[in-house]
């Protein structure tokens, strides 16, 4: 060894233009007798320590469908190479060098989810201390497998795991252990790039060492990468549109029951509605393990337009083409006009009057027709005096004429009775739907407004669960 010092470090040993090259002296020193093959100790008893570090650049695609993260991660290794040691003193105090990864021992460290190659930079050198530390940075695109939970879109936060082991060198070989502490790796987001769709929270580490048929145990460092989507995006184009379709579904209740209008503005918002969900289909994850909540919200809220499409329908039915239906019964009466009307706190003055009005109804009638059979029957009998008291005939007074008109006026009164009546029985009718369409209208915004509570109350609980 001191006659290979000596050669190298004699200045006719090197001729030409690299005879006073110290780097050069010093990698053909290194390079001696070097073998790259073999695990670089001494006493193959020890076990190499090699310490590794992780720093998350940026965030390039998550892809939930295929259930893989793009992450471009600094990955940074060190170890010891008992081999590739010198005395700075015999090359100007040179401390370190840069050698060809190609030309010494480089572990065999892998990423287990890995699932497809990235487009990663090749760094072909390595730093070498004078002490054998190996330094061997490099940046990597990591297109790793990992379970995306998609059930909390857009609100919803992923845990990704990178796990980092020798592939086949036991504990007893290649050790592994964090180059920071875990805190330190957990809070660093230095070099992320924090202007994309994901948000990096922290990144977790854990060591472990496990066994495949519990003989030779295996060391491996877990990073779990937490990230979180930004929500705001998705709010604007997903959640505000459906917001405000069914908003205006709840104010179109407030259209007159007997109008057509409704049922034509309930048509055109569910249309919309379909239109609109046809448009962010593109835009909602899709996976074949589960559905987002939002898409179930989505559903929900296009049930909701077609119950409200169909209570309109059923209260325009009920109180439109009322002239050939019979009386309203005692029991809807009593149930809607009475019971459902104070329960809503529906004023009652218009029901009190109009039942009023139908009670009096028969009894007019009936003086009506009792005057007219007094009248027609004194007439006859003043007739029949006037006819004996002058010695006349006994015959019918009253002329074919008179019987005629009395006959047409009678038709005519018994046709303004008939649409007196059809006139009331649709008053009842439409009473009957006013309280019907405000007992639906109430129902419906209670099933709304728990829904949306239930909505909004599972996404809190499940954001605080993450965050924390």
């Excluded at 439109?320 to 239906?325: A, I, V």
């Excluded at 059809?422 to 728990?450: P, T």
Aim: proline share 5%; glycine share 4%.
């Amino acid at each position: 060894m001191n006659s290979e010092m000596d050669s190298i470090k004699k200045p006719g040993a090197n001729t030409g233009r690299f005879a006073n090259a110290t780097l050069v002296r010093l990698s053909e020193f290194l390079s001696a007798g070097y073998k790259k093959g073999v695990r670089p100790v001494k006493d193959w008893r020890d076990s190499t320590m090699v310490a590794i570090d992780l720093m998350v650049y940026s965030i390039l695609n998550v892809d939930e469908k295929n259930q893989v993260l793009t992450t471009y991660v600094w990955y940074r290794q060190h170890w010891t190479d008992e081999f590739l040691v010198w005395n700075p003193d015999d090359f100007d105090n040179v401390k370190k060098i840069s050698m060809p990864t190609a030309n010494v021992w480089v572990p065999d460290i892998v990423i287990n989810e890995f699932v497809d190659v990235g487009k990663s930079p090749d760094i072909p050198y390595v730093y070498v201390s004078n002490d054998g530390l190996v330094q061997n940075y490099k940046p990597i695109q990591v297109v790793t497998a990992c379970s995306l939970n998609i059930y909390n879109f857009p609100f919803d936060v992923q845990k990704c795991s990178l796990t980092f082991q020798s592939w086949l060198h036991t504990i007893n070989d290649i050790n592994i252990t964090l180059m920071r502490s875990p805190e330190e790796v957990m809070v660093d987001k230095s070099v992320f790039m924090n202007q994309g769709e994901w948000e990096l929270l922290h990144v977790l580490s854990k060591y472990k060492s496990f066994s495949v048929d519990n003989d030779d145990y295996y060391a491996e460092i877990k990073f779990h990468v937490v990230i979180r989507r930004r929500p705001l995006f998705y709010t604007v184009n997903l959640l505000l549109p459906s917001i405000f379709l069914m908003v205006m579904d709840i104010v179109g209740f407030y259209l007159p029951p007997d109008s057509g209008e409704r049922v034509s503005f309930k048509i055109t918002l569910l249309l919309g509605y379909s239109v609109f969900l046809i448009i962010v289909s593109d835009t909602l994850p899709a996976t074949a393990i589960g559905t987002p909540l939002i898409g179930v919200y989505f559903v929900v809220c296009m049930a909701l337009l077609v119950i409200s499409l169909t209570e309109t329908v059923l209260i325009v039915r009920l109180v439109h083409k009322q002239d050939l239906q019979p009386h309203v019964p005692q029991w809807v009466k009593h149930l809607v006009l009475e019971k459902a009307a104070v329960l809503l706190c529906i004023p009652n003055k218009k029901f009190c009057s109009l039942l009023a009005h139908d009670s009096d109804l028969p009894r007019y009638k009936e003086n009506n027709m009792n005057t007219v059979r007094c009248n027609h029957h004194c007439e006859s009998s003043r007739d029949m005096e006037r006819g004996l008291g002058m010695g006349l005939p006994m015959r019918d007074s009253t002329p074919p004429v008179m019987d005629n008109i009395l006959h047409e006026v009678s038709s005519i009164r018994q046709f303004l009775e008939k649409r007196e009546a059809s006139r009331e029985i649709a008053k009842e009718w439409l009473q009957v739907g006013y309280v019907l369409d405000v007992l639906l209208f109430r129902v419906y915004l209670l099933a709304m407004l728990a829904y949306s509570i239930t909505l909004g109350t599972l996404w809190s609980v499940w954001q605080f669960k993450e965050y924390n």
